[in-house]
């Protein structure tokens, strides 16, 4: 049986076929599925695509017209995928949910700590022989207010970093984890534990109401000099609005592992090209704005999940068998 992998990079090849064992026959494409390179599936039952694929309606006809019966991302997202469609089509949709939780989290808190402590700005100052603390100066973590929005997984795992730091971590989620709430973390409206941050990162998915929830009428209710994190997906942010928060100082740190329109330029190297995105080189102008490009999900531990729980949701799937893995079925 043939797989299709699309967005592929270096690493994704090395993982998944340390973890085929032989079972499948690979094709790995670094372009992303769309209507312009559907033709390169030859002979497949399913493809293997990333966040950055988008699937309608239209992809999804073409996909099911070449006999493709499985899409599997290799990802816990899944807002690029036209579900309906594939509901349509008979072809089943299967992700990764949870891929080393501590990954995301631990990435997370490096941001934290980097926008604080300032360390990229220290390598590059002494690298250039240049001792100065001027500039540098940071804030303790300890008896800070962190707003944790989305308790899911990788939510979880972020809120109890932040309490090991001795930080008061409120949380904002429809169903409490009693994990948290063992620990003391108390679950408040969303208004409430915004007002009161002085840390709030972002841990749920991207939905219809959850698109754009940082925006100005969001950051109008946050503390001034708010530290915003996000390693979900960059659609919950309103990037227009946190520019004018950055400019006014009302943002007073912002961290972004994912950006609206990375499609565009994450995973690639642009190092020697013009990038067009008048957005993105606005927010690297600020000297308290750190950005990664989605490289949160990106440990050892965690590529070893995802090779292995996307090719077992394949065998599986294609077995008509119940998945013993970790995997989702979406339809």
Do not use: W
Not at 19 to 33: C, G, M, P, Q, W
Not at 190 to 204: G, Q, R, V
Request: net charge negative; hydrophobic share 45%; glycine share 6%.
């Amino acid at each position: 049986m043939k797989i299709a992998f699309f967005s592929t990079q270096v690493y994704d090849k090395q993982f998944f076929i340390e973890h085929n064992n032989n079972h499948f026959d690979l094709d790995f494409f670094e372009v992303s599925l769309s209507m312009q390179t559907v033709d390169l599936i030859k002979n497949c039952i399913a493809v293997c695509v990333f966040v950055n694929d988008h699937i309608n309606a239209e992809v999804m006809e073409a996909l099911s017209a070449k006999g493709v019966k499985i899409i599997a991302l290799r990802c816990a997202g899944f807002n690029n995928i036209d579900l309906a469609s594939a509901k349509a089509n008979n072809i089943k949709v299967c992700r990764v949910p949870a891929y080393s939780p501590s990954s995301v989290a631990e990435h997370a808190v490096a941001m934290i700590m980097t926008l604080n402590r300032k360390t990229h700005k220290a390598y590059n100052r002494v690298r250039e022989q240049n001792f100065s603390l001027l500039g540098l100066l940071g804030f303790n973590l300890v008896d800070k207010q962190v707003a944790v929005i989305g308790t899911g997984k990788i939510g979880v795992a972020f809120a109890k970093i932040m309490h090991g730091f001795g930080c008061r971590v409120t949380a904002f989620d429809l169903f409490e984890n009693p994990e948290l709430t063992a620990m003391g973390i108390e679950y408040k409206p969303l208004l409430s534990i915004i007002k009161e941050a002085d840390i709030i990162s972002l841990h749920c998915p991207l939905t219809e109401q959850t698109q754009h929830m940082v925006n100005d009428a969001f950051l109008g209710q946050t503390k001034s000099g708010v530290m915003i994190i996000n390693t979900s997906r960059g659609g919950l942010i309103d990037t227009n609005a946190a520019i004018e928060g950055l400019k006014s100082g009302h943002i007073g740190y912002l961290g972004i592992d994912v950006y609206e329109q990375e499609e565009k330029l994450f995973f690639r190297d642009l190092s020697a090209e013009i990038i067009s995105d008048d957005v993105i080189q606005r927010l690297m102008s600020f000297p308290n704005v750190l950005i990664t490009a989605h490289q949160a999900f990106f440990t050892k531990e965690a590529m070893d999940q995802i090779s292995t729980i996307t090719l077992n949701n394949i065998k599986e799937l294609n077995d008509n068998a119940d998945f013993n893995e970790g995997g989702t079925v979406l339809v």
